[in-house]
């Protein structure tokens, strides 16, 4: 115990480099998630051009980074999308990227398989159509699919299925569990966060206080789940769950928009939290200079929590969550499990809470025909 303390610190004050990595390559996507973190629809006309995503691998290489996580956005609708990642993988930076799966056809799926240190994580919301569908839009549960049996018969290895916990989804552990069991697949579930478009649904689509109790224990009995720190706020609740168990935004994880802007975490695509750009700096100089990540690397206030035994296991809970429903950052997460942060919300009446910035939302949702 005494060492993951020691490691929780040293974490706490940053690293040279960031442990993990989100690079959104494109704000394109033929979906229109209702919880879309990063507001996607329309391509953004000077994101990072071949050249520029290609200088950036080189970077992260240097720096040895060993592995991003690429998104969107949809990050196969990128003309250039297989010259990136080969150039990432001819540079030994692996790679890991999120899909709705819609352009894994049979071809894809076989250049796919064919390429190492290479990560695929494929996004459903419902262990059933009618389920994930009202979510991501008609059809997308059976592309979805299509693309899971694409990757299984071009012998691609183990994939992930990655599933956002709602209302809806989180009772349908079993199912997602069985399914992932059926490809021979990892099941990766992460948390619903107030960003992007999330905003908007937020309250009415995030899980109950029981739900949340429910997923922990559902957790704690499957260590083979895939979380990565999405729940680290349920540690309150008992033994912590795997991982770091800390916000590690600016610390250990950092964001990289399709323009090259730098945010202290992937959930707060937001003015407030933009570190700077890199095609002005470089990644580099942006991680290791910039003010905004030097602060969030200072010693943190335990603010309103202070007063609880459970502090130093959640550690306040996730800063974008409390940020998009318009706490502040010495509140409890809105989603505390001793109910908290319900209580400061009620107090401050949020009538109107901050939206993230920039919307690349089309004005019409995309319906993926299931044909």
Known sequence: MGAELSLRNRFERGLDAPICLTWELTY???????????????????????????????????????????????????????????????????????????????????????????????????????????????GSYDQARRA??????????????????????????????????????????????????????????????????????????????LTGDSFFHLSALGEPLDGLNLCGAGRVVCLIDPVGEVYACPFVIHDEFKAGNVRERGFRRVWQESELFRSLREPGSAGACASCGSYDACRGGCMAAKFFTGLEMTDPDPECVFGHGEVALEKKRVALRPTPSPDHSCRVAVAISSK
């Not at 995503?53 to 956005?73: H, P, S, V, W």
């Not at 196969?76 to 001819?90: L, Y």
């Not at 299984?152 to 569990?177: C, P």
């Open 148 to 225: 899971m049996d694409n990757l299984k018969s071009a012998d691609f290895g183990q994939f992930k299925i990655s599933v956002v916990m709602t209302r809806d989804s989180v009772e349908q552990l079993d199912e997602f569990e069985a399914l992932a069991g059926s490809y021979g697949a990892e099941l990766r579930l992460t948390r619903l966060r107030p960003s992007g478009r999330g905003v908007d649904v937020w309250d009415a689509l995030h899980p109950t206080r029981q739900q949340n109790r429910d997923l922990y224990q559902w957790l704690r009995q499957r260590p083979h789940v």
């Open 28 to 138: 394109a996507c033929n979906l229109a998630c209702t919880h879309c973190l990063s507001s996607s629809g329309r391509r953004d006309p000077h994101e990072l051009s071949t050249s520029e995503a290609k200088a950036l691998i080189d970077e992260i290489a240097a720096m040895q980074i060993f592995y991003i996580n690429i998104g969107g956005g949809e990050p196969m609708i990128r003309r250039d999308f297989f010259e990136i990642i080969e150039h990432a993988v001819g540079q030994k930076v692996g790679v890991k990227f999120s899909t709705n799966g819609t352009r894994i056809d049979e071809t894809a799926a076989k250049r796919l398989a064919g390429i190492d240190y290479l990560d695929i994580q494929i996004s459903i919301d419902g262990a059933d159509a009618a389920t994930s569908d009202r979510i991501r839009g008609l």
